[in-house]
């Protein structure tokens, strides 16, 4: 018998499969408190120091529900043309984990706050996707486990294991889609695009800091395949805990091609959890997967039912700001930019930097152009965030009106605004420090162009001959002699109407 490949080859999988995504994504809130107790809910701390008889599970101590909590819930569900409850629950997730002190998880089962929605998503060459929610449901984080020793990282082989449980009972949603068919090939550009967006959309709301590094943003991918035709759904396996867009996407592709050289080579795969490997973009075996009977779901007693009123529902749609789709169109519309320019855009971070630099005064494409291009590789350079640069939109904004002025070349812009930068002042302030004012006399000019003219006389003979092209070489001269500071449309002018061409 040949050895079982492990993995196909990936034109090979969609040429045979239909996969089959669901993406789970978990989004701490970014309330003060924890979900159910009046703790800190603040990432990092020393271990155990935000945490108290509630969220330890202690016997006799109550949960009282973090009413912020419930709005972001409402909120989020809202942004996602979700429906809400007017009536839910939460119930106890029956499961055994060190990280979970109660031995159970206050989560909700058969009665989310939100369900029934859809988020649009915008792939790299423009198609848009809605990608169907199922529900978003309110529950609360676990602690965190350390495994001291061993060479992972991981329980497998370590010495022993830590406990913090800081993070426990932090409020979550979870946000489950139904299963996305019909995407072939495209399948993990999907899953990237939609986890991307959704935490877009987060950020907009305002209601979490969706640090994927921090872990206040994770998406567990369920993935399987369906060979071409069938119309039953394989089974599937949910790797957990992906923690970045990149990884998302490499995490569905990979389990694509590994699912189709177990079903190809006549095996089986296995319902389980799975790791991804960030080193090389594989997963490997977690545990196999519960089912919803295994967790004994049964009603919280410790908590009353939850029914937001209509109005109040209302009253939340009426907070929610301009989605990032919306928010994207308006801007493209506006500033007249191209489908290109706007992703470069949205890619470089500095949207509200831009946003803010128009707000001054400054043109679209001006604001535009010194974020997304100067600025960015600025902030490269110095290994930091482009929104850390000590530089504000004011300031830029001020820049960018010398230069329409023509107090100020380009490339003397770029040097007031590493002036800037180097905390030297103002935009005028470092003009002035520095001399950097455009040389606008004439007298001036005309001095500086004689002498250039007088320096290249075969140049100008060729000038007065015809070849108005050859002023390119005066006009570096000129600039030159002038440090730069010289208009060189100017300086053309002057030099064309000096030899009479």
């Known amino acids: 018998m040949t050895a079982v490949a492990e993995v196909m080859d990936y034109a090979e999988v969609v040429e045979r499969f ?18 159910f107790c009046g703790c800190a809910n603040e990432f990092g701390g020393e271990p155990n120091t935000h945490v108290c008889p509630t969220c330890l599970g202690l016997p006799g101590a109550l949960p009282v529900l973090n009413g912020k909590g419930v709005e972001g819930a409402i909120r989020i569900g809202l942004a996602l043309n979700c429906e809400i409850a007017e009536w839910c629950r939460f119930a106890r997730k029956n499961y055994f984990y060190p990280d979970m002190p109660k031995n159970f998880q206050t989560s909700q089962y058969d009665e989310p706050i939100a369900f029934n929605g859809y988020l649009d998503v915008t792939l790299d060459d423009g198609e848009v996707v809605r990608v169907e929610i199922e529900r978003a449901h309110m529950e609360e984080d676990t602690g965190k486990s350390l495994h001291v020793g061993g060479a992972t990282g991981r329980i497998h082989g370590a010495e022993h294991s830590l406990l913090d449980y800081n993070r426990a009972g932090v409020p979550l949603i979870e946000i489950v889609t139904k299963p996305i068919v019909g995407m072939g090939e495209r399948a993990p550009e999907v899953a990237r695009a939609y986890v991307t967006a959704l935490r877009d959309l987060l950020l907009a709301l ?38 970045s867009f990149r990884s998302v996407e490499r995490a569905v592709r990979y389990e694509m091609t590994r699912q189709a050289a177990v079903l190809v080579a006549g095996g089986t795969v296995t319902q389980e959890t799975r790791h991804f490997q960030e080193a090389d973009g594989t997963t490997s075996p977690g545990r196999t997967k519960e089912t919803a009977e295994d967790y004994r779901y049964f009603p919280e007693p410790d908590l009353v039912p939850i029914a937001p009123s209509r109005e109040w529902v209302e009253e939340l749609r009426r907070t929610l700001p301009e989605m990032p789709a919306a928010r994207r169109k308006r801007i493209q519309t506006e500033w007249n930019l191209s489908a290109e320019e706007l992703r470069d855009l949205f890619n470089s971070g500095a949207v509200e930097l831009v946003e803010a630099t128009v707000a001054e005064g400054a043109k679209p494409n001006d604001a535009r152009s010194w974020w997304v291009n100067f600025l960015a590789q600025e902030a490269n350079a110095r290994e930091t965030e482009i929104s850390a640069l000590p530089i504000t939109p004011a300031q830029v904004a001020r820049v960018a009106a010398l230069v329409d002025s023509g107090e100020l070349t380009n490339k003397l812009a770029r040097e007031v605004v590493k002036g800037v930068l180097a905390g030297e002042g103002e935009p005028d302030e470092v ?59 100017r300086v053309r002018e002057l030099i064309i109407e000096r030899v009479g061409a």
């Open 18 to 35: 239909d996969p089959v995504l669901g993406l789970e994504v978990h989004v701490e809130l970014n309330t003060k408190t924890k979900m």
């Open 206 to 243: 305002d209601v979490s800091d969706v640090r994927m590094d921090q872990g206040s943003l994770r998406c567990d991918a369920n993935v399987s395949l369906m060979p071409k035709g069938a119309t039953e759904f394989g089974t599937r396996t949910e790797t957990k805990n992906v923690n």
């Open 431 to 489: 003009v002035e420090k520095r001399g950097l004012k455009v040389v606008s006399d004439d007298s001036a000019l005309l001095a500086a162009v004689d002498a250039a003219l007088a320096a290249q006389p075969d140049i100008a003979d060729k000038i007065r001959g015809g070849k108005v092209q050859a002023a390119g070489a005066i006009v570096g001269a000129v600039m030159k002699a002038t440090k730069g500071q010289a208009d060189a449309k």
